[in-house]
């Protein structure tokens, strides 16, 4: 089992950045792909960007494609989302998640030992 913490939601201005992690312990943290996850009040939690297990290869919805960036530090076992041009539509709790399964596939039931989540609000 994998335990997940994530850290460094906020409020910020529209257009402004923040930089979200995702700290794992428990098994072998490079093992598995991990996925960041989003969920909005009153929506459905929706695919943010997933990465693979040695951090070479990326996917990303195409609403935040080219405004965050993923990326991986196995030997810190440690996730980060570099959020940059922050939109008020962003706003949500944020959650990371690991499969052991395919990370291109970003269906949220796929992924499991989801984190507590983090807030994240962006305002006008």
């Known amino acids: 089992q994998v335990q997940l913490v994530e850290s460094g939601g906020g409020l910020v201005q529209a257009g402004g950045s923040l930089r979200l992690s995702c700290a794992a312990s428990?098994?072998?943290?490079?093992?598995?792909?991990i996925g960041w996850f989003r969920q909005a009040p009153g929506k459905e939690r929706e695919f943010v960007a997933t990465?693979?297990?040695?951090?070479?290869?990326?996917y990303y919805a195409d609403s935040v494609k080219g405004r965050f960036t993923i990326s991986r530090d196995n030997a810190k076992n440690t996730v980060y989302l570099q959020m940059n041009s922050l939109k008020v539509e962003d706003t949500a709790v944020y959650s990371c998640?690991?499969?052991?399964?395919?990370?291109?596939?970003?269906?949220?039931?796929?992924?499991?030992?989801w984190g507590q989540g983090t807030q994240v609000t962006v305002s006008s």
């Open positions: 428990g098994r072998t943290f490079s093992n598995y792909g």
């Open positions: 990465i693979s297990r040695g951090g070479a290869i990326t």
């Open positions: 998640a690991v499969t052991s399964g395919s990370f291109s596939d970003t269906r949220p039931t796929n992924f499991g030992s």
